[in-house]
């Protein structure tokens, strides 16, 4: 009984151990592999490359340096008084003469050639108020009584003559683009503004002085250029014509009969011109005095507000002569509607 038993318990770790080795057999089969579970460690492992040198590395791509476009913002600083540009006025055709032309000299009147510089000398010859083709000798200059006279030659005349009743000739597309003939709008517009006499009086030849005209058809006034810089400030009364209108006399200085046109019309302007008169609707005629033709000059237009009437509007023609190569102011002539 006690054999039967023995036998049993052998055949059954026998059949347990066969089992056992069975199942260990068939884990280490070959070509049977046993997914590996993925993890947060061996997806980190995976992504890991072989240490490598540098030189082991190929070379990466050249990338061009890109295109940096600076964008300045523009400055907004305000002039101190508006700015005309007559670089882009109209060009008027003006005959181009070489040397020097009358000016400022009336129809039916003539310019005295003298035998030496003064009025003391003896008349020799006649200018025409239309002269041109005239030529200035630089070395025959003499300064009398204010005024400077030089040595000149034309083709009906040889002799001396005031000088302020000559002009550098210059074709309007010669003048009308230059930035010199814009330099000065834009002094004179400061120097009106600030009221600076020295300014002005920086503009004008000494020797030549500034011609002023309250309105066109009016009296001149011939500033002495050593008295243009006290122009603001000085009490001397000058007799300016008479009122449009009313006829009535128009007395005053620069500083309460001028100035306050050139503040209003001068320095508000909004359109400009060369060589032409730019003007609102007016009865009168709008023109550049007789016998200043002969000096370029660029017209500043104030036009009415949008709350103003359509006759509320004021221009003013700037004229800019040459003078042995170098432009100066030479007159401000006021315009306003007429009656």
Known sequence: MEDK????????IAAILLIVLAACQSQTEPGLVLPTPITAATETTAKNTPESTLDDL?????????????TVA?????????TIQPTSLPVEAMPVDSGYQVAFVELG????????PGVDYPVVAELQPDATDLAVDDSGQSLVAGSLWVWVEGDDAAGYVNSRFLTESVSGAEFCPDPTVAAILRDLQTAVENRDGRLLAGLVHPDRGLRLRHSWWNNEVLVQGNEVAGLFTDD??????TADGSGLPITGTVADTLLPLLERDLLDATESACNEVRHGPTAGMTIVPEAYEAVPFVSLYRAPG???LEFDWGSWAVGIERWEGQYYLSYLVHYAYEI
Not at 74 to 82: N, W
């Open 306 to 308: 949008p709350q103003d």
């Open 74 to 82: 523009p400055t907004t600083q305000a002039s101190p008084v508006p």
């Open 5 to 12: 038993r023995m036998k049993r318990r052998l055949i059954l």
């Open 236 to 241: 001397t009364v000058y007799d300016w014509g």
């Open 58 to 70: 190929p070379a990466p791509p050249t990338i061009p340096a890109p295109t940096v476009i600076v």
């Open 109 to 116: 009147d003539t310019l005295n050639v003298r035998s030496g």
